[in-house]
């Protein structure tokens, strides 16, 4: 209808001699509308109004057969912008109409609540599509519903005092050591006695020489050989602190030294690397690993504008990576590995997104000791423009050296196009004072995305390079030691004897037909698991042996991370395992006091929020 009217009113604009008329004439029919006459009304009028205007000749739209003595042309012309311009305002105008006709029918109130509703509705269906992409139905649901029994008091108070039992369990009676323990200062300073307090309390650390997973690497006791000189380099130097440059320039010349003799061995000298790679010391892996995820998220943000960064994680990844997740608002999607143990690219690239800033790969992985493939992950980083971090805080003291004994390694490091970051601990492998890592990068561009600079401090102007302000001058020095004393010669010499004794340790295992290998190990750590008994029952047999192994999950298993500590008790330990192993399959169930019945339950219990509580109980009672 209201096309209709529109119509009548150009035919009569573009036939009216009069200008004058055709503008009283649209004049009146818009006060009309402003009355908020409708469409018909306003054509009913319509004659009326017309019949006012005399100035105008032919107010009647013509006949269908003109007269015989006329001629008529028909104008096929496009219709004039003004005509276009009064179609289109009549369209508007009457959606207007019909939108304001339709939102009568609402109260103000509910015109004003029902967009906030809907913004408040949308987020929450984001956030919980949100949370099913990233938890899965299944764990959504069963966390839902222990949150709502947990409402009930009763319930709540049940399910916290079975927790409060396993973590008392977890502690082996840890609770009741803290009893006695100091808690303020004696009155009377006990002087160069407190020496001798500190060997009584000594005394109480359980047996470590060769009988823990890793822990300890450096061979012998802490009072002889690498270990002695380490100390007195750390006694040297314990009162240095490098945040002070200009004071204690020796430490800072330690500290490069040290990055720089570490970069030589992953690839700095090699034309591929670019010739540019630098780092920092840091007090250990999870401090290199957070400080290269800070680092890649703020180069993203700068290089690509990512605002709200992801990164994608093999499952076997350190939880160093979660923490750092925490610590910086990154969303973590955490990649199951594929039927090798491997990192699965194709299975990361899936996840890959706008806002994906990093990928990671290790060298190797600390569960398994299982190189992920690091090529194919750093063409899938450069095809896309990302980061790739590559973990080498197990690996970055042996692997260079076991390709140079002709062990099979394959490529890891800044050798690799597409790796913008490496995590190296010194305090492993390369047989340092604890507390001692690296983080390396393949340019200054990236690094200068982890220095901290502050301007407007009242303090005056300040700058630091890592999370840490102050730092520990004497352990940076006993890690420059440590590297200077063994050099290439001596690195070699560990690697060749750690090499050999994890291959004699696989190829006892293997004798063991109850157990078997998780996957093919590329390094010192082999993990093992079993089909036909319980290996955390294994595991509690070898720890009343005295032996300290990591205890897996997904598949259950243990591990053994090799070290020069386990050299001349091997064979030891081969005979151990074999007994242990015997006396389950022969005697199966938990024994007393040993935490099997506690890791299995946790790996099969669905709620992992429940579990997630149980740690932070236990780590909140134990420290």
């Given at each position: 209808?209201?096309?209709?009217?529109?119509?009548?009113?150009?035919f009569?604009?573009?036939?009216?001699?009069?200008?004058?008329?055709?503008r009283?004439?649209?004049?009146?029919?818009?006060?009309?509308?402003?009355?908020?006459?409708?469409?018909?009304?306003?054509?009913?009028?319509?004659?009326?109004?017309?019949?006012?205007?005399?100035?105008?000749?032919?107010?009647?739209?013509?006949?269908?057969?003109?007269?015989?003595?006329?001629?008529?042309?028909?104008?096929?012309?496009?219709?004039?912008?003004?005509?276009?311009?009064?179609?289109?305002?009549?369209?508007?105008?009457?959606?207007?109409?019909?939108?304001?006709?339709?939102?009568?029918?609402?109260?103000?109130?509910?015109?004003?609540?029902?967009?906030?509703?809907?913004?408040?509705?949308?987020?929450?269906?984001?956030?919980?599509?949100?949370?099913?992409?990233?938890?899965?139905?299944?764990?959504?649901?069963?966390?839902?519903?222990?949150?709502?029994?947990?409402?009930?008091?009763?319930?709540?108070?049940?399910?916290?005092?079975?927790k409060?039992?396993?973590?008392?369990?977890?502690?082996?009676?840890?609770?009741?050591k803290?009893?006695?323990?100091?808690?303020?200062?004696?009155?009377?300073?006990?002087?160069?006695?407190?020496?001798?307090?500190?060997?009584?309390?000594?005394?109480?650390?359980?047996?470590?020489?060769?009988?823990?997973?890793?822990?300890?690497?450096?061979?012998?006791?802490?009072?002889?050989?690498?270990?002695?000189?380490?100390?007195?380099?750390?006694?040297?130097f314990?009162?240095?602190?490098?945040?002070?440059?200009?004071?204690?320039?020796?430490?800072?010349?330690?500290?490069?030294?040290?990055?720089?003799?570490?970069?030589?061995?992953l690839?700095?000298?090699?034309?591929v690397?670019?010739?540019?790679?630098?780092?920092?010391m840091?007090?250990?892996?999870?401090?290199?690993?957070?400080?290269?995820?800070?680092?890649?998220?703020?180069?993203?943000?700068?290089?690509?504008?990512?605002?709200?960064?992801?990164?994608?994680?093999?499952e076997?990844?350190?939880?160093?990576?979660?923490?750092?997740?925490?610590?910086?608002?990154?969303?973590?999607?955490?990649?199951?590995?594929?039927?090798?143990?491997?990192?699965?690219?194709?299975?990361?690239?899936?996840?890959?997104?706008?806002?994906?800033?990093?990928?990671?790969?290790?060298?190797?992985?600390?569960p398994?000791?299982?190189?992920?493939?690091?090529?194919?992950?750093?063409?899938?980083?450069?095809?896309?423009?990302?980061?790739?971090?590559?973990?080498?805080?197990?690996?970055?003291?042996?692997?260079?050296?076991?390709?140079?004994?002709?062990?099979?390694?394959?490529?890891?490091?800044?050798?690799?196009?597409?790796?913008?970051?490496?995590?190296?601990?010194?305090?492993?492998?390369?047989?340092?004072?604890?507390?001692?890592?690296?983080?390396?990068?393949?340019n200054?561009?990236?690094?200068?995305?982890?220095?901290?600079?502050?301007?407007?401090?009242?303090?005056?102007?300040?700058?630091?390079?890592?999370?840490?302000?102050?730092?520990?001058?004497?352990?940076?020095a006993?890690?420059?030691?440590?590297?200077?004393?063994?050099?290439?010669?001596?690195?070699?010499?560990?690697?060749?004897?750690?090499?050999?004794?994890?291959?004699?340790?696989?190829r006892?295992?293997?004798?063991?037909p109850?157990?078997?290998?998780?996957?093919?190990?590329d390094?010192?750590?082999?993990?093992?698991?079993?089909?036909?008994?319980?290996?955390?029952?294994?595991?509690?047999?070898?720890?009343?042996?005295?032996?300290?192994?990591?205890?897996?999950?997904?598949?259950?298993?243990?591990?053994?991370?090799?070290?020069?500590?386990?050299?001349?008790?091997?064979?030891?330990?081969?005979?151990?395992?074999?007994?242990?192993?015997?006396?389950?399959?022969?005697?199966?169930?938990?024994?007393?006091?040993g935490?099997?019945?506690?890791?299995?339950?946790?790996?099969?219990?669905?709620?992992?929020?429940?579990?997630?509580?149980?740690?932070?109980?236990?780590?909140?009672?134990?420290?």
């Amino acid at each position: 209808m209201r096309d209709s009217l529109s119509s009548q009113l150009i035919f009569i604009g573009c036939n009216c001699p009069s200008v004058s008329a055709f503008r009283v004439l649209r004049g009146d029919v818009k006060r009309m509308r402003r009355r908020g006459d409708s469409s018909l009304s306003v054509e009913r009028e319509l004659p009326r109004h017309l019949s006012k205007t005399a100035t105008c000749s032919s107010f009647n739209v013509p006949s269908s057969s003109p007269p015989a003595s006329t001629t008529t042309t028909i104008d096929e012309s496009p219709p004039s912008p003004s005509a276009a311009a009064a179609a289109m305002a009549s369209l508007v105008l009457g959606l207007r109409a019909s939108a304001n006709s339709f939102l009568s029918r609402y109260e103000p109130v509910a015109l004003l609540l029902a967009p906030l509703l809907a913004v408040l509705a949308a987020r929450a269906v984001r956030s919980f599509v949100g949370i099913l992409q990233e938890r899965g139905l299944k764990a959504t649901a069963i966390g839902f519903f222990m949150s709502c029994i947990k409402l009930v008091p009763a319930v709540k108070s049940y399910i916290d005092a079975e927790k409060q039992k396993v973590v008392d369990q977890l502690q082996s009676g840890g609770q009741s050591k803290r009893k006695g323990w100091r808690t303020e200062l004696p009155r009377s300073g006990v002087g160069n006695g407190v020496i001798d307090i500190m060997k009584e309390e000594k005394k109480n650390d359980v047996v470590w020489q060769g009988k823990c997973s890793g822990t300890v690497y450096i061979r012998g006791s802490e009072c002889e050989g690498h270990f002695s000189l380490i100390n007195e380099a750390c006694s040297m130097f314990a009162h240095t602190n490098p945040l002070h440059l200009d004071v204690f320039q020796s430490v800072v010349r330690f500290e490069a030294e040290v990055v720089a003799m570490t970069a030589a061995l992953l690839g700095s000298k090699e034309k591929v690397s670019g010739g540019q790679i630098c780092g920092n010391m840091t007090s250990g892996g999870t401090e290199s690993i957070l400080l290269a995820v800070k680092t890649s998220r703020d180069y993203m943000r700068a290089k690509k504008g990512i605002t709200s960064p992801e990164m994608i994680i093999p499952e076997s990844a350190h939880s160093a990576y979660d923490k750092a997740a925490q610590y910086f608002n990154i969303k973590l999607w955490r990649v199951p590995v594929n039927k090798e143990f491997r990192a699965d690219v194709k299975a990361i690239k899936r996840y890959i997104n706008r806002n994906t800033i990093l990928i990671v790969g290790s060298a190797p992985g600390f569960p398994h000791g299982i190189i992920d493939p690091i090529e194919e992950l750093g063409e899938l980083a450069s095809s896309f423009n990302i980061c790739l971090h590559v973990d080498l805080c197990l690996g970055g003291f042996v692997l260079p050296f076991a390709r140079k004994l002709g062990y099979p390694v394959p490529p890891f490091d800044f050798s690799v196009e597409g790796v913008t970051s490496i995590s190296v601990d010194v305090h492993k492998y390369g047989l340092a004072p604890k507390g001692t890592s690296t983080v390396l990068y393949r340019n200054h561009d990236i690094r200068k995305h982890q220095f901290v600079a502050v301007t407007e401090w009242s303090g005056g102007l300040y700058v630091s390079p890592t999370m840490a302000g102050s730092r520990p001058g004497g352990l940076i020095a006993g890690a420059w030691a440590a590297m200077m004393s063994l050099g290439e010669e001596g690195y070699l010499e560990n690697t060749k004897e750690i090499m050999e004794v994890s291959k004699k340790i696989e190829r006892g295992i293997k004798e063991i037909p109850e157990i078997f290998i998780i996957g093919r190990p590329d390094m010192t750590i082999i993990a093992f698991g079993s089909n036909v008994i319980d290996i955390f029952e294994v595991n509690d047999i070898l720890s009343s042996k005295g032996w300290h192994l990591n205890a897996l999950q997904r598949p259950n298993s243990i591990h053994i991370c090799v070290t020069l500590q386990h050299v001349p008790v091997v064979e030891d330990f081969l005979k151990d395992l074999k007994e242990s192993v015997n006396t389950v399959k022969e005697n199966p169930g938990p024994i007393s006091g040993g935490k099997a019945p506690i890791y299995g339950a946790a790996g099969k219990m669905p709620d992992r929020g429940t579990v997630q509580e149980l740690l932070v109980n236990f780590m909140d009672s134990a420290c």
